[in-house]
């Protein structure tokens, strides 16, 4: 189905449909204005869009004629669309090749890959990213379902328990353990995995989701070697909740990696060197998935605290906001109030996260240093 021309007058009776591939995402705060995220998969062009104008994307699916979406908008908006606006709003989307039948632009230019080196670089690690998460998607399925998850998330919250109910014998441990080179290579190697295990992760909720993965590789910048897994329209997964369980996975999965480890150190301990060796690794583990959910970017925290809040660009529209708020700026009141909210809570939350992780490596360093 084409797009009517410009200047023609466009029939009620009209039914447009936005061209497969099209995603619409959910409103966000973005400053003082409310924005959706629009993106043709096809070319990778991505922009905002009004509330009204995205009412009208989410609808546009060829089963509605241009009148009946006008009643729908006007039920809800309080007012029809003329037809200069109508004209305007149908041209923009067909120039932007979003309308089933429209000329498609041609893609974004494919950004040319950073010279790899010794010293930094990234390597992609297969050629079908999606096709391979898709596959270890249907391998653990099963255990994202409610009945395995959360047996299993109730054991994480055990060992977690444990861990700081013992937090002095895994200090001690872990502070052996750097003593110990051997020991700390094998750690190191393990946490390594655990790392790689985390980006997997995300790809794989994500997939359960519905979304698309887009590359698994590796990245180097000498002597730090990671692995990465870029999800490419994790803002467009279905609801707010797959969104946060996509970011919240990797540290899940992270803590899920040292449940066999715990229950070495709990259960059954071969032999007191393996004991402090596993609540050693307990411990960073512990400490690397948590890292990983503080909220400033590019964590995972900051993207669960993006979605909680449904905002864009969190950090910065907060600090913009902050600054108004201070200076008594009349734009400040332009905020919506949920916006504002956010905007307040966010910097409230990020000093009590980082006031007690002080706290916490004080407490582990008075314990190392004086032993009580």
Aim: hydrophobic share 50%; charged share 15%.
């Amino acid at each position: 189905m084409s797009a009517p021309a410009e200047r023609a007058a466009v029939p009620g009776s009209y039914r447009p449909a936005l061209r497969a591939g099209v995603l619409v995402g959910g409103p966000l705060y973005d400053g003082p204005a409310t924005v959706h995220l629009v993106k043709d998969t096809g070319t990778g062009h991505a922009f905002k869009a009004g509330p009204r104008e995205a009412f009208l994307l989410a609808r546009m699916d060829g089963t509605r004629a241009l009148d009946e979406l006008g009643t729908e908008y006007a039920a809800v908006h309080g007012k029809r669309l003329g037809e200069a606006q109508w004209r305007q709003l149908l041209a923009l989307l067909g120039t932007r090749g979003l309308l089933d039948g429209a000329p498609r632009p041609a893609a974004d230019p494919v950004a040319p890959a950073e010279p790899r080196t010794l010293w930094r670089g990234t390597l992609r690690l297969v050629a079908d990213a999606d096709a391979t998460t898709a596959r270890l998607h249907r391998m653990v399925r099963p255990l994202l379902h409610p009945a395995a998850l959360v047996p299993l998330l109730l054991l994480v919250l055990a060992l977690e328990t444990a861990l700081v109910l013992r937090a002095g014998e895994a200090l001690d441990a872990t502070w052996a353990l750097f003593r110990n080179p051997v020991l700390l290579v094998a750690a190191a190697t393990l946490l390594w995995l655990s790392t790689a295990l985390h980006e997997l992760a995300h790809g794989v909720v994500a997939r359960h989701y519905g979304g698309t993965v887009a590359e698994i590789g590796l990245r180097w910048r000498l002597p730090v070697v990671i692995m990465y897994c870029t999800v490419d329209n994790y803002p467009y997964l279905p609801t707010r909740w797959a969104r946060i369980a996509t970011a919240v996975a990797g540290a899940v999965m992270n803590l899920l990696f040292l449940l066999p480890f715990g229950a070495l150190w709990l259960l059954a301990p071969p032999d007191d060197a393996t004991r402090d060796a596993c609540a050693a690794l307990v411990l960073l583990g512990t400490v690397q998935a948590l890292a990983m959910l503080i909220p400033l970017p590019p964590l995972d925290g900051y993207q669960i605290a993006g979605q909680l809040t449904r905002t864009l660009g969190l950090f910065t529209a907060s600090r913009t906001y902050l600054g108004l708020a201070l200076r008594r700026d009349a734009a400040a009141r332009a905020y919506p109030a949920p916006a504002r909210r956010a905007y307040l809570a966010y910097p409230a939350a990020v000093l009590l996260v980082l006031a007690g992780t002080g706290l916490a490596l004080w407490a582990a360093a008075r314990h190392l240093l004086t032993g009580s």
